[in-house]
């Protein structure tokens, strides 16, 4: 079997596939992520990737397909992922993954069951798959445009906070 023979079989799998293999409530809560997804994004490529554990999410792009998200179970809890998460704004601070300091993803945890309001969940989703399909050129001036934060800034400050020079404002 040749790698790509292996990759075309993975690629296939039911989400079941990987979602089986877990307790029930993370099943389920699978299984609603999975509903809410598909039913928010048409269109949406669902692709299990059981190196990652993952099931992921794409939409198709020419030949290529963007990621936008991924559903990742786990014995006690269950993660919904974004592909350019650091690029969603998340004013409440509710998505995980600064606190790692990963590059591009962010996430929700849910432990076992879904605790956030699905028109919340339905947001970041809808925006996640805008990002995905923006071209990369656009996402990375997104990226450089981003605040770096201030040496010498109180550390309570939100960092999604920009810091003005009231002596050159107006």
């Given at each position: 079997m040749?790698a790509?023979?292996?990759?075309?079989?993975?690629?296939?799998?039911?989400?079941?596939?990987?979602?089986?293999?877990f307790?029930?409530?993370?099943?389920?809560?699978?299984?609603a992520l999975?509903?809410?997804?598909?039913?928010?994004?048409?269109?949406?490529?669902e692709?299990?990737?059981?190196?990652?554990?993952?099931?992921?999410?794409?939409?198709?792009?020419?030949?290529?397909?963007?990621?936008?998200?991924?559903?990742?179970?786990?014995?006690?809890?269950i993660?919904?992922?974004f592909?350019?998460?650091?690029?969603?704004?998340?004013?409440?601070?509710?998505?995980?993954?600064?606190?790692?300091?990963?590059?591009?993803?962010?996430?929700?945890t849910?432990?076992?069951?879904?605790?956030?309001?699905?028109?919340?969940?339905?947001?970041?989703?809808?925006?996640?798959?805008?990002l995905?399909?923006?071209?990369s050129?656009?996402?990375?001036?997104?990226?450089?445009?981003?605040?770096?934060?201030?040496?010498?800034?109180?550390?309570?400050?939100?960092?999604?906070?920009?810091?003005?020079?009231?002596?050159?404002?107006?």
């Open positions: 040749t790509s023979d292996h990759r075309r079989m993975t690629d296939e799998l039911p989400a079941e596939f990987l979602l089986d293999g307790p029930p409530a993370i099943r389920e809560t699978g299984r999975r509903s809410l997804i598909l039913s928010t994004v048409p269109g949406a490529v692709t299990v990737r059981p190196g990652w554990r993952w099931i992921a999410y794409s939409l198709p792009d020419g030949r290529r397909v963007r990621n936008f998200a991924w559903i990742g179970p786990e014995r006690k809890h993660h919904l992922g592909e350019h998460g650091t690029l969603l704004a998340d004013p409440e601070h509710i998505l995980q993954g600064a606190q790692e300091r990963l590059r591009k993803f962010r996430y929700f849910f432990e076992p069951a879904i605790d956030i309001a699905e028109a919340i969940i339905v947001d970041y989703l809808e925006r996640a798959a805008e995905a399909v923006m071209p050129g656009a996402r990375r001036a997104l990226t450089e445009a981003g605040a770096e934060p201030v040496p010498g800034a109180p550390r309570d400050i939100p960092p999604d906070w920009e810091l003005v020079d009231a002596t050159t404002e107006g």
